[in-house]
């Protein structure tokens, strides 16, 4: 069990923030697109979406580190899912309690926070190798970072597909509304053209970096 | 319900709302193992003959704990199924084929995270499929899925060709090129009721 012991670096801004950026689940990563895609034809599905797994990936990184000495490494995966989808049936039930008509705006995906490959990834690589808090700091970061992934795609496909914000006309009457933006191929566009612009910024940083060396050594 | 013939329930899930460009279920196996038509053909078939065998034992499964009034165990007990399944084919599979469970390497245990599998599960049971319907969605499911990756991996053997701008290679063409095959599969919608 050596091996499992908690790292002893602090907890930085950093153990916050990578989720945010540099490792952004959604954007960096390309884990969990299934809710990504499916969920955010409107803000407030997006946020709600966001909000559950955020709650998800927390409580279970935070058991799952609790536990990290307890369970057997053969059966850590599936002792892993178990502990998800034990919280995921909570979610699932707390929300249909809170608001049916959410509820069935998100269907099936809430079930599905299940088989989110960020939340097992996080537990695997990262909750079982630390302390709880830190765990539980790492995983508000990622569950932050998802959420804004969402907020980002949600907000212009519900702009753009219904000319609408958070249920709010935005253009005016005359606005003719891209519907293709809500149907499925509009998931794709969307995310498809921020990873474009993110690419795009990450390349401009990067040959400026280039060219401000280059210029340094001549 | 009851009245969708089997002939119907098999399109609708293959094609009219096929899991990967309709649903969205399935996104990481279908942008992650669509590089190369060979694997995509085999990735295709392992997922199908994991959604067949965890779509029955999930109706059994779903008898016996409506039975007990059981429902809020559903979900852990279906991840189980799934896993055990994923399990089996993959031990059978590298009895048989070891080239091919070389080939699918890490993406064969993954199959027990493709939410396509966990959504056929829970899909026909919010359906209320009977046995015989259950099986026509998952074989339904199963060619869908194996349909849009097939055709992907096509798509993206070409696109290696290509003359893109550096910026848009990778990930974000491959989402590009997902949205327009999504585009073209929103003809079918016109066949179906829902």
Same mark, same amino acid.
């Not at chain 1, 707390?94 to 599905?112: E, W």
């Not at chain 1, 597909?161 to 191929?185: D, Q």
């Not at chain 2, 009245?3 to 399935?26: D, M, R």
């Not at chain 2, 949205?179 to 003809?187: K, P, V």
């Given at each position: ?41 409107? %803000? ?8 559950? +797994?955020?709650?998800? $990936?927390?409580?279970? *990184? #935070?058991?799952?580190? &609790? ?35 959410l509820?069935n ?31 539980? %700091? ?8 998802? +959420?804004?992934?969402? $907020?980002?795609?949600? *907000? #212009?496909?519900?702009? &753009? ?46 040959r ?11 | ?10 399109l ?24 190369k ?12 003959l ?63 995270t ?47 060709l ?12 491959t ?18 009721g829902?």
């Amino acid at each position: 069990m050596a091996d499992r012991k908690a790292d002893p670096s602090p907890i930085d801004a950093d153990t916050f923030l990578e989720g945010l950026w540099r490792e952004n689940p959604v954007f960096v990563m390309l884990l969990g697109m299934c809710p990504v895609l499916a969920v955010t034809n409107s %803000v407030v599905n997006a946020i709600a979406m966001g909000v559950a +797994t955020t709650f998800v $990936l927390l409580a279970s *990184s #935070v058991l799952v580190s &609790l536990l990290r000495n307890l369970i057997p490494k053969q059966v850590r995966i599936a002792s892993y899912i178990v502990i998800i989808a034990t919280f995921v049936t909570i979610t699932d039930y707390v929300i249909q309690a809170v608001s049916l008509t959410l509820y069935n705006a998100l269907g099936a995906f809430i079930q599905l926070i299940v088989v989110n490959c960020m939340i097992l990834g996080r537990a695997e690589a990262y909750a079982s190798k630390t302390r709880p808090l830190k765990a539980a %700091v790492n995983a508000l970061g990622m569950g932050s970072g998802f +959420t804004i992934a969402l $907020l980002c795609l949600g *907000s #212009v496909r519900e702009l &753009l597909g219904a000319g609408t914000l958070l249920g709010f006309p935005v253009f005016g009457e005359n606005f003719a509304p891209w519907v293709v933006m809500i149907l499925p191929p509009g998931g794709f566009f969307v995310l498809g053209g921020w990873l474009l612009l993110f690419d795009w910024i990450n390349q401009r940083n990067a040959r400026k970096t280039e060219e401000a060396e280059v210029a340094r050594a001549g | 319900m009851q009245a969708e013939s089997l002939g119907f329930i098999f399109l609708n899930a293959a094609i009219v709302n096929n899991f990967v460009l309709a649903l969205f279920l399935g996104i990481c196996p279908f942008l992650g193992v669509s590089g190369k038509l060979d694997t995509a053909w085999s990735m295709g078939l392992a997922t199908s003959l994991v959604m067949l065998i965890s779509s029955v034992c999930a109706y059994a499964i779903n008898s016996v704990l409506v039975n007990f009034e059981l429902e809020f165990l559903r979900l852990i007990a279906y991840i189980a199924v799934i896993a055990s399944a994923v399990q089996l084919v993959e031990m059978s599979m590298k009895r048989f084929s070891p080239g091919l469970f070389r080939a699918l390497g890490i993406f064969l245990p993954l199959i027990t995270t493709n939410c396509a599998i966990l959504g056929l599960a829970l899909f026909q049971t919010f359906r209320e499929y009977d046995f015989l319907q259950s099986v026509a969605y998952a074989l339904g499911a199963g060619a869908g899925f194996t349909l849009a990756i097939v055709l992907m991996a096509g798509l993206r053997e070409k696109l290696e060709l290509a003359d893109v701008p550096s910026v848009s290679q990778g990930a974000a063409m491959t989402l590009m090129l997902a949205g327009i095959l999504s585009l073209a599969f929103m003809g079918f919608a016109g066949l179906g009721g829902h």
